[in-house]
């Protein structure tokens, strides 16, 4: 009898074990899961409407976009074709032109105290031009690759493909500091590329943000800690020119301080896009 006692006993055991085993895995998958959705849900998600739409070269191959007195200034990418372009808001005509070497791959570029600056790929080699003529002032060397630039009226904003955007000294191009951005779920967000500094905030297009499950969609940052702001959702924009290529991406972000003006293309994209902002749903 006390055998069948015992034996009884150990099942008992065994079945509670059991039982509170599965409740804590239970527990410990769907709680993660609860938190990233509660941490999605606080960040802020903004959507658009296209106030007006512009001609734009579809064999720019957008790397960076800048507006300055009334005029767009735009880098162009790809070996053999990178350019440095003065062009005309209203029609899309190219004003003005510089070609690069066919040894540079051209990215992001800013306007700073009349000077435009431009980095290159994976040449390590960025550029600096007189801004009426485009005539080369200097080159400057940097460490890693080159993707996006902004500025922020004192300092250039250097993104480079990782999740670390870098503050430069526009004179002596040391890097001052850095940022590092994450996402909502508190794991690094790659791939920032190319930046515009808007209303005091960094706003960083995500090179295939597709891939993390957000089409065409501009990450807005804090300057001062990294802290990811919000997300701007432009999905759909322009969806005939998304639908050519892998690489017709989202890739162009110019603002005009002086109207509260934001512009956005992407790359080889025949439109360019005077867009308002507004809060999703």
Same mark, same amino acid.
């Given at each position: 009898?006390?055998?069948?006692?015992?034996?009884?006993?150990?099942?008992?055991?065994?079945?509670?074990? *059991?039982?509170?085993?599965?409740?804590?895995?239970?527990?410990?998958?769907?709680?993660?899961?609860?938190?990233?959705?509660?941490?999605?849900?606080?960040?802020?998600?903004?959507?658009?409407?296209?106030?007006?739409?512009?001609?734009?070269?579809?064999?720019?191959?957008?790397?960076?976009?800048?507006?300055?007195?009334?005029?767009?200034?735009?880098?162009?990418?790809?070996?053999?074709?990178?350019?440095?372009?003065?062009?005309?808001?209203?029609?899309?005509?190219?004003?003005?032109?510089?070609?690069?070497?066919?040894?540079?791959?051209?990215?992001?570029?800013?306007?700073?105290?009349?000077? =435009?600056?431009?980095?290159?790929?994976?040449?390590?080699?960025?550029?600096?031009?007189?801004?009426? *003529?485009?005539?080369?002032?200097?080159?400057?060397?940097?460490p890693g690759e080159g993707w996006g630039l902004a500025d922020d009226g004192k300092h250039l904003i250097m993104s480079d493909g990782t999740h670390v955007i870098r503050f430069l000294d526009p004179e002596s191009f040391q890097t001052v500091r850095t940022l590092v951005v994450l996402d909502e779920n508190g794991k690094p967000l790659m791939n920032l590329n190319e930046l515009e500094y808007i209303k005091g905030e960094i706003w960083a297009n995500i090179w295939h943000s597709e891939e993390i499950?957000?089409?065409?969609?501009?990450?807005?940052?804090?300057?001062?800690?990294?802290?990811?702001?919000?997300?701007?959702?432009?999905?759909?924009?322009?969806?005939?020119?998304?639908?050519?290529?892998?690489?017709?991406?989202?890739?162009?972000?110019?603002?005009?301080?002086?109207?509260?003006?934001?512009?956005?293309?992407?790359?080889?994209?025949?439109?360019?896009?005077? =867009?308002?902002?507004?809060?999703?749903?």
């Amino acid at each position: 009898m006390r055998l069948y006692i015992l034996i009884f006993c150990v099942i008992l055991s065994a079945a509670c074990t *059991d039982a509170g085993n599965t409740n804590s895995a239970v527990i410990n998958k769907t709680n993660p899961t609860n938190m990233a959705n509660k941490t999605s849900a606080s960040l802020p998600v903004y959507t658009y409407e296209i106030v007006n739409t512009y001609k734009h070269d579809p064999r720019a191959f957008t790397q960076g976009l800048v507006y300055h007195n009334g005029f767009l200034y735009e880098s162009t990418g790809q070996y053999g074709s990178s350019t440095l372009r003065k062009v005309e808001l209203e029609t899309g005509k190219v004003l003005q032109q510089h070609k690069l070497s066919r040894d540079y791959f051209a990215e992001g570029i800013t306007i700073l105290d009349d000077k =435009i600056y431009q980095l290159s790929w994976q040449e390590f080699t960025g550029f600096v031009y007189n801004l009426n *003529d485009f005539s080369l002032v200097k080159e400057f060397k940097y460490p890693g690759e080159g993707w996006g630039l902004a500025d922020d009226g004192k300092h250039l904003i250097m993104s480079d493909g990782t999740h670390v955007i870098r503050f430069l000294d526009p004179e002596s191009f040391q890097t001052v500091r850095t940022l590092v951005v994450l996402d909502e779920n508190g794991k690094p967000l790659m791939n920032l590329n190319e930046l515009e500094y808007i209303k005091g905030e960094i706003w960083a297009n995500i090179w295939h943000s597709e891939e993390i499950g957000k089409p065409n969609h501009i990450a807005r940052i804090d300057p001062q800690t990294g802290k990811l702001l919000g997300w701007l959702d432009l999905n759909g924009i322009s969806p005939r020119d998304v639908e050519k290529s892998r690489e017709n991406t989202l890739n162009g972000i110019a603002y005009d301080e002086a109207t509260d003006r934001i512009f956005v293309t992407g790359k080889n994209w025949q439109n360019l896009f005077e =867009i308002r902002i507004k809060p999703k749903g």
